[in-house]
């Protein structure tokens, strides 16, 4: 069965500094994984996948992640945090169920808080 | 356009009522998802359809019901809920076929409280 761990219930940066959230992977398939955001009473949003087309994957937002199979890893990065990144964010997984649509399973999520 | 509606926002009911969750979406999505999210927690998969028939149930009690009467809309109907069972239900869509690496776009989600 496919999951995700991310490391980090609570990551805290100063706005500018380096966002680094991680995400760790296992699964007996290749792995098709995702990040999403979820800002306060809403739903989630899309930040970028992996599909295996590319390793360094970029999203919206200035985010990017890198796909690394040795290390089972797929760790999400910006290079300067805003205020408006604070969020919670989830790592995700698609079940590998092999029918027509996948249902995702997620992470714990890591609360990002940005220091002014 | 890429959203996903889901009515009502918020909804309070007693555990001997009967209620519904609606989801629509217009992008033409074949496949449709229920997820539950408990306060402070990731979402965790309840039902998927796939071209209107239902293709997973995360062994979900009987107290919940799905229903996908068409490509568009996906419902979710509610009866002798628990107090646990309050929660932030989010509706989500994809393009379907036998894709993993579909994007799944997420509603704003229902938030239900069980008295």
């Known amino acids: 069965a496919q999951s995700v761990t991310q490391l980090g219930s609570h990551v805290s940066v100063s706005e500018g500094a380096l966002v680094l959230l991680r995400c760790n992977y296992s699964s007996s398939v290749p792995p098709y994984l995702f990040w999403y955001v979820q800002y306060p009473n809403q739903g989630l949003q899309l930040l970028l996948k992996y599909t295996s087309a590319a390793t360094l994957v970029k999203g919206i937002n200035g985010f990017e992640a890198e796909f690394k199979k040795s290390e089972t890893s797929f760790h999400l990065t910006k290079p300067s945090a805003h205020m408006s990144d604070a969020a919670e964010y989830f790592c995700a997984v698609t079940l590998g169920s092999g029918g027509g649509a996948d249902g995702l399973t997620f992470g714990k999520g890591t609360h990002l808080i940005i220091q002014p | 356009d890429t959203e996903v509606t889901q009515t009502p926002k918020h909804l309070v009911m007693g555990m001997t009522n009967k209620k519904s969750l609606k989801c629509e979406q217009h992008m033409g999505h074949r496949a449709m998802y229920w997820y539950k999210q408990k306060a402070k927690k990731p979402p965790e998969l309840m039902f998927v359809?796939?071209?209107?028939?239902?293709?997973i149930n995360e062994s979900v009690p009987s107290r919940f019901s799905p229903e996908c009467p068409n490509s568009s809309l996906l419902n979710l109907h509610l009866h002798a809920l628990q107090p646990e069972d309050s929660a932030l239900y989010l509706c989500?869509?994809?393009?379907?076929?036998?894709?993993?690496?579909?994007?799944?776009?997420f509603g704003p989600g229902t938030r239900l409280t069980v008295l």
């Open positions: 359809y796939s071209y209107e028939k239902l293709s």
């Open positions: 989500a869509s994809s393009q379907g076929g036998r894709r993993r690496t579909d994007t799944q776009y």
